[in-house]
Every structure is written in structure tokens, then in C-alpha cells.
């Protein structure tokens, strides 16, 4: 089911969609900054992503290296090869 270069819509009709990845941080490290509502975001973010067919994963409070790695493990890699469609979205003061 492709879709012209300059389509105004993309074809949302696949039988997988794909995955919604959130990184998101309501605590940093230096315990000076905290991100009040977060957690509400996020559950809307995914309420929307799940409606539309995407299977959500969630990573709250990740140091760099572990962002880093949630990223490059395997299991996300393939995942995201075998997908037609995948949303990134960071959260951040």
C-alpha cells in the first residue's frame, strides 16, 4: 500500500501499524527539577497511540545510557524493521 511522495494523507490501512516509543521524565537526576503532569501526558499520548493502532512502549526516567540502549537492543531494532511505522516522542521540561 504505498503512498505518493507528496500525498497529503498516509495510508493508515496496514494490518500492523507499528510502534509509539515514549521516553518520557517527570524526575532528573539533580533532584531540582521535577516535571509535575507527566505522567497524565504520557497516558494521553498513549490512550491516542493505541487508538490509532500503534503498540506503545513507555520509558520513564532514563539516564543517557540507558536511553541509548533501550534504542539499540535487538529486540527494539527488529521490531522497529518489521513495522511500517514508527513515532518517537520524548517528553522534557
Known sequence: MPVEKDAEE????????????IFYHDKYEDNTLHRDGAAVDVSILKET????????????????AAIQNAITEGKFIQGVLNCTQVLLCCLHL
Do not use: S
Open 49 to 64: 497511540y493505541e487508538a490509532l493502532g500503534f503498540e506503545v512502549i513507555v520509558h520513564k526516567n532514563l539516564n543517557f
Open 10 to 21: 498516509y495510508n493508515m490501512n496496514h494490518n500492523r501499524r507499528g510502534k509509539a516509543v
